[in-house]
């Protein structure tokens, strides 16, 4: 019962930990002189895959690879076709350009990486696996996604800048330390119920990480992302939610596979066919009909219909 209450309160402490932990980063980086664009682009889009980060981390070092790659997944649909999806029903999305010229092809390009990293069958070998060597490849790209981010001139005319509070050095080091106080304790009790829920129900840690570690995980960028939705800010949402997925893939499942290699089993295929589909739906939506550059309520309303048959063949 106890393993049950941390693992609620765990997903408290995460949020919460990465939430005062990007604060006080933002307000050191602001008093370093930091352009506010360099610090929305590191480290408040950071700060939405920290959750994911810590929880493989974890995941990683305790050998629960099910759990890191499921984590990944579950998060980067319910971004995609949830996230998006309710954000379009509540206003229409007026992508701008940045998104369309940049983010959905960064997206594809990082969807594909994964789904040819984790199936070595296709080259010969006898176990698919996202090994240490693949972890780095990760990384560079990783590396590489934030030079072209930061590189001059990169920035397009509609990108928006996210200030960032300027506090105290002192109340800024206190909310870094307590923020990773938090991510520490949070992560350790979310995995350690993970692997015990997984253990009691008899489902495998990948469906865990799948369907409710990524659902909790994913609830502040789906409060974001409503709120800007009331506010008429709906470009946000889609924004985000690619940054996260890319973070996630080339950061996240980098650094767990650099810990732990993962055994990759070849039915969750289907999710990365999912992601996939989703993915490149959002690519058609945006460049044809009468509404370009717009995703519809109509194209939300199916976005979030398929996440929730997702989520039901997922648990049935």
């Known amino acids: 019962m106890i393993t049950y209450i941390l693992f609620i309160l765990g997903f408290a402490f995460l949020i919460i930990g990465a939430k005062l932990l990007i604060d006080?980063?933002?307000?050191?980086?602001?008093?370093?002189?930091?352009?506010?664009?360099?610090?929305?682009?590191?480290?408040?889009?950071?700060?939405?895959?920290?959750?994911?980060?810590?929880?493989?981390v974890f995941a990683s070092i305790n050998g629960n690879t099910g759990l890191a790659i499921g984590n990944v997944l579950g998060s980067n649909i319910m971004n995609t076709l949830l996230i998006v999806?309710?954000?379009?029903?509540?206003y229409p999305i007026k992508v701008n350009s940045s998104v369309c010229k940049r983010d959905t092809w960064i997206n594809l390009i990082a969807i594909l990486t994964?789904?040819?990293?984790?199936?070595?069958?296709?080259?010969?070998?006898?176990?698919?696996?996202?090994?240490?060597?693949?972890?780095?490849?990760?990384l560079i790209l990783f590396i590489a996604l934030l030079y072209i981010l930061f590189s001059k001139g990169n920035k397009q005319e509609d990108e928006v800048e996210i200030p960032a509070k300027e506090l105290s050095y002192l109340k800024s080091i206190l909310l870094i330390i307590a923020g990773s106080v938090g991510l520490f304790f949070g992560g350790r009790w979310i995995v350690d119920g993970a692997?015990?829920?997984?253990n009691d129900f008899g489902v495998s840690q990948s469906t865990i990480g799948l369907t409710l570690i990524a659902m909790a995980t994913s609830l502040p960028e789906l409060v974001t992302s409503v709120v800007a939705a009331l506010k008429k800010n709906t470009d946000i949402a889609i924004g985000n939610a690619l940054g996260s997925n890319v973070f996630n893939i080339f950061l996240?499942?980098?650094?767990?596979?650099?810990?732990?290699?993962?055994?990759?089993?070849?039915?969750?295929?289907?999710?990365?066919?999912?992601?996939?589909?989703?993915?490149?739906?959002?690519?058609?939506?945006?460049?044809?009909?009468?509404?370009?550059?717009?995703i519809t309520r109509i194209e939300g309303i199916l976005l979030a219909i398929s996440y929730i048959a997702f989520l039901i063949w997922s648990l049935i």
């Open 195 to 198: 692997t015990s829920i997984a």
């Open 85 to 90: 999806g309710i954000t379009a029903i509540i």
């Open 114 to 138: 994964m789904a040819v990293l984790a199936n070595d069958a296709i080259f010969g070998k006898t176990s698919n696996t996202i090994d240490q060597t693949d972890g780095i490849i990760l």
């Open 24 to 56: 006080g980063a933002s307000s050191l980086g602001t008093k370093a002189g930091l352009p506010q664009l360099i610090i929305g682009l590191s480290i408040v889009a950071l700060g939405t895959s920290l959750p994911e980060l810590v929880i493989n």
């Open 252 to 294: 996240v499942l980098g650094t767990s596979a650099v810990i732990t290699p993962i055994s990759f089993d070849a039915k969750l295929n289907f999710e990365i066919s999912v992601l996939l589909l989703a993915s490149i739906f959002l690519v058609v939506v945006m460049r044809v009909g009468k509404t370009k550059r717009t």
